[in-house]
């Protein structure tokens, strides 16, 4: 394998967890609108990776598009409206303190399944956007994250990336874009193809591919 020149992140699961704060919006919502489920982080977990949009008619299948269509707005503004307001959201231990020193040698990007906002939120909370060089959603561009890996490489002229994801869709985001995957296994999914494995963001500075 290529030396790694730049690094493509997963931003739920891989960076921060924002579980508990989504769980809770999509019951309000749910509530709001005579649905009657319950949403758990259980459930979550089996979620993580889809778009928000495509996760949401999985769930809602049974209601009218229009119905699924009015809950996935309210669901998408309240989330991003709701992490900003009131500073959700976890990063992992290890984060900034990671990308600080990677963003001496490589150049860090995100390509994210979420809505449009969200990334920005994650940044604003946090402080660490001054660590990426750009980044992708899936609702800002209606593509699948394979694609978006696609565009963020060709949009930045990247010549030997790597994705950094926990789930199956994002190992197949990789695989579609063409590049090396590494499967954080701390995060939320459990993926069985991988180029490389990291029990902890910190043991990416120990990367063979990295070093």
């Known amino acids: 394998m290529k030396k790694v020149d730049s690094i493509i992140f997963d931003l739920d699961g891989t960076l921060w967890d924002t579980r508990d704060a989504v769980v809770n919006v999509w019951n309000e919502a ?17 979620l993580m990776g889809y778009p928000c949009g ?34 959700l959201g976890i990063v992992f231990d290890g984060v900034e303190e990671v990308l600080e020193k990677l963003s001496k040698d490589y ?11 969200y990334i920005e939120a994650f940044f604003e909370i946090n402080g660490l956007g001054k660590y990426f060089e750009d980044y992708e959603n899936a609702e800002r561009t209606g593509l699948s994250k394979g694609e978006n890996n696609r565009l963020v490489i060709e949009r930045n002229n990247l010549k030997n990336p790597i994705y950094i994801g926990d789930t199956p ?39 063979d591919i990295i070093k």
Request: glycine share 6%.
């Open 169 to 207: 869709g994002d190992a197949k985001s990789a695989e579609v874009a063409g590049i090396p995957f590494v499967y954080a296994k701390y995060g939320f999914g459990k993926v069985e193809k991988f180029d490389r494995e990291i029990n902890d963001i910190r043991d990416l500075l120990e990367l």
């Open 107 to 117: 150049r860090l990007f995100i390509v994210s399944n979420c809505q449009c906002g």
């Open 30 to 46: 749910f509530k709001e609108y005579g649905v009657d489920l319950v949403m758990t982080t259980e459930w979550m977990n089996q």
């Open 54 to 87: 495509e996760a949401m008619d999985m769930m809602l299948e049974s209601l009218s598009d229009e119905m699924r269509n009015r809950i996935k707005t309210e669901c998408a503004n309240l989330e991003t409206s709701r992490i900003l307001e009131k500073r």
